[in-house]
C-alpha cells in the first residue's frame, strides 16, 4: 500500500473552509494532551480558553473589542499576501498609527467632537500607510526583502513610541510616568450605551464586506490576485507588480494604523510604553486561519480574540501562564499551514501491486 | 578615555556579535540548501530557556549548551516537518515558528523566572583572563571562540566537502540534485537541524553569558538581524563575519550612549539604531544587486518532484 498525493485542478473549497475549522479542533485536543502532560487540567484549560468566553455573555464585549484590532489588521494584510507580499511589520504600523492619532488629538488639545475625531482616526490611517510605505519603496526601488525591512521598522517604532511618551508627550500630571495624558472625553469615540463596545467595533464588521467587493468584484482586487498567482501571468497580462506592491503595503499599513488609532481612541485613551500588545503579529494568523478571506478574517478573529479573553480568564482560574493562549494561536497556524496541502492535492491510497492480487 | 577603554570596547563588541553570527551562520547553511526559515528569533528563544534550564539542573554550563542547541534543533524540527513534508508556505511556517518559540520559551521560563545562573564566562586562567591586555584573547566565553571556530568550519565544509556540495546542490537546483539519487529532503532535514542548533546557541548567549538569567523575549529581535544578516552578506560566510562585526559594533555604540548619557540624541535613537542601519544596509547590498545572484536559486520554494 502506498500513498499518493494528487495535485487537484481546482483547490478545494470544501477543504478550505474544513480546514480551519479541523485546525481549531485539533489545537484543542492537543492541547489538552500537553496540559495534562505538563501537570495542568488539560480539560478545563481548554475549555476556559476556548469556551468560557463564549458561555459568558458579560465576556462577549471583550472578545468583540479584542476581534476588531485583528480583523481590521488582518483584512490589509490578507490582501498582501494574496500578491505575496509579505508585510510582517503590522505591529508597527499600529504603533505609528496610534502615535499619529495622538498627535493629532495633541493639536487640538482639548478641542474634541465629531470632526476632531475623524482627523485624528486619518491621521492614523494615513501614520500607518506612510510607515508601511517604506518597506514598499525600497522593495520596489532597491529590491530589499519586505520581511526583514517591515519587522526592522517595527522595532524602531518601539523607540519611536518610547522616545514621544517619554519626552516631547509625557503626561506632566503623570508622576514622571512614560505615558501620554488621558485623552478629553470630547476626543475618545463613541461608546454603545452602557457598555464598552466603541464605534471601531462596527467598523471591524463593515470592512470585511468593503474588503469583499474589492478582491472579488474590482479590477484591482483580480490584479492582485493575478500577481499573487504567477509574476509571469501577470505581466503577460500587463499588469504591473511594483504597482501592486505599493498598493498593498499601504493599505496593509493604513489598516493596522487604523485599529491602532482606534485602540486608542476607543480602548485604551492614552499611550504607554506597553502599547503594543502583539495584535499586528496575531494578525497574521487571523489572515491564514481566515484563508485570506475577507469573512473568513471576520470568524478567525473573533475565534482569536476569544483565546486572548479565554487565555486571561485562565490565568485566574486555572493559573496557567497568559503565553499559553499564544502558544494555541501558534499551533492552530502550524495546523492550518500542514493543512494546506488537503486544499491543493488528493490524497490517493494506492493498494500494493501484492495485495491488489496482479 | 584611553587603552583601558577601546579593550573593554572590544570585549564588548565581540559579546554583541557572537549570537548574531552564530544564528547568521545556521541560517546561512538552512539558505544555502534552498530553505528560508525565518523562525530564528523562536528557535533563539527556546535556544536561550532550554540552556538557561539545563545549566540550572546539571550546574554545568557544558551541558547548558548542549541544550540549548537540542532545544533550538528540536524547534526547528517542527518547522521541517510542515516545510518538507507537507510542503506549506514557508515565509508562513517561519513566522508560526517565531510565534511558537516565543509562546513555548515563556511557558518554560515560568519556574525559572527570577532565578539566575554563574555566567559562562572564559575557562582561561585569570592570569590570562582577567590580565590587562591578554584578556583581548583569552577572556571571552568559550561560546565566542566556538563562533568563531564555526566561520572557517562552516566555509570549508561549503566549499570543500563532498556534503557541503550536495547541500548546495541540493539548494542550487533540488530537481537535478533529486534526479541524479541524492536525498533532498534529508539533505534540508540536517540543514535545517543544523540552522536550529547554531540558532539555539547563540540564544543562550543570552541567558547564560550577556545577563545570566531567564526573561521574555530577551533576544530582542537579533533573530531578525541574524536573518538579514545573510542577505547582507550574500550567502558568504567571511561577509557574514564583517556584517556581524559591523553590526556588534552599532548595538554597542547603543549601550555606550545610554551609559555615558549623550543628550544631544535621545537613548531611543541609539536603540533603533541597529535596526534601521539594517535596512540601510540591506538596500545598499540589494540594490547593487550582486546579492540577488548570488542568492540560492531554489531559496524558500518548495521541493515538488514529478515522481
Known sequence: MRIKLEKRREPSLAMLVATPIASVILTMLIGIVVFDLLGIKGFKAVVDIFLSPLLASYKWQDVALKAAPLIIIALGLSMGNRAQVWNIGAEGQYVIGALCSAGMGIAFGQTGGFLVVLLMIAAGIVGGGLWAAVPAWLRTKYNVNEILSSLMLTYVSFQVLGYLVGGPWKDPNGRNFPATAPLADAQTLPVWPESTVHLGVLVALILPIVFWVIMARSEFGYQVRVVGSSATAARHGGFDSKRTIWATMIIGGAMAGLAGGLEFLGVLHKIDLGFASGYGFTAIIVAFLGRLNPFGCLIAGIVLAVTYVGGQMAQTSVHIPNSTAGIFQAMMLFFILASDILVRYRIRVIPSAKAAGV | ?307
Open chain 2, 1 to 307: 578615555m584611553g587603552i583601558d577603554f577601546i579593550i573593554a570596547a572590544i570585549i564588548t563588541v565581540v559579546g554583541l556579535t557572537t549570537p548574531i553570527l552564530l544564528a547568521g551562520l545556521g541560517e546561512l547553511v538552512v539558505e544555502k540548501s534552498g530553505v528560508l526559515n525565518l523562525g530564528v528569533e523562536g528557535m533563539m528563544l527556546v535556544g536561550a530557556i532550554s540552556g538557561f534550564a539545563v545549566t540550572v539542573y546539571t550546574f554545568n554550563p557544558w551541558f547548558g549548551v548542549l541544550g540549548a542547541a537540542a532545544g533550538g534543533a528540536l524547534a526547528s524540527l517542527l518547522f521541517a516537518v510542515l516545510v518538507l513534508q507537507l510542503n506549506s508556505n514557508q515565509v508562513a511556517t517561519g513566522l508560526a515558528l517565531t510565534i511558537f518559540g516565543t509562546g513555548i520559551s515563556s511557558l518554560m521560563g515560568l519556574s525559572f523566572t527570577g532565578r539566575i545562573v554563574v555566567p559562562f564566562l572564559s575557562v582561561f586562567p585569570e592570569s590570562l583572563a582577567k590580565h590587562e591586555y591578554l584578556q583581548l584573547i583569552f577572556g571571552y566565553s568559550p561560546i565566542v571562540y566556538f563562533a568563531l571556530i564555526m566561520v572557517p568550519l562552516t566555509t570549508w565544509f561549503l566549499k570543500s566537502t563532498r556534503a557541503g556540495l550536495i547541500l548546495r546542490a541540493v539548494g542550487e537546483n533540488d530537481l537535478s540534485a533529486h534526479s541524479i539519487g541524492y536525498s533532498v529532503i534529508k539533505v534540508r532535514y540536517a540543514a535545517i537541524a543544523f540552522g536550529g542548533a547554531m540558532a539555539g546557541i547563540g540564544g543562550c548567549y543570552f541567558s547564560m553569558v550577556i545577563t545570566p538569567m531567564w526573561a521574555e523575549k530577551m533576544t530582542a529581535g537579533r533573530g531578525w538581524i541574524a536573518l538579514a544578516l545573510v542577505v547582507f552578506a550574500g550567502w558568504r560566510t567571511g561577509r557574514l563575519l564583517a556584517g556581524a562585526y559591523f553590526f556588534g559594533i552599532l548595538m554597542a555604540l547603543e549601550l555606550y550612549a545610554k551609559a555615558s548619557g549623550f543628550s544631544f540624541l535621545p537613548s531611543q535613537f541609539w536603540a533603533a539604531m541597529p535596526y534601521a542601519m539594517t535596512v540601510v544596509a540591506l538596500s545598499f547590498i540589494s540594490s547593487r544587486g550582486t546579492a540577488g545572484a548570488n542568492a540560492p536559486a531554489c531559496l524558500g520554494k518548495p521541493f515538488l518532484p514529478s515522481t
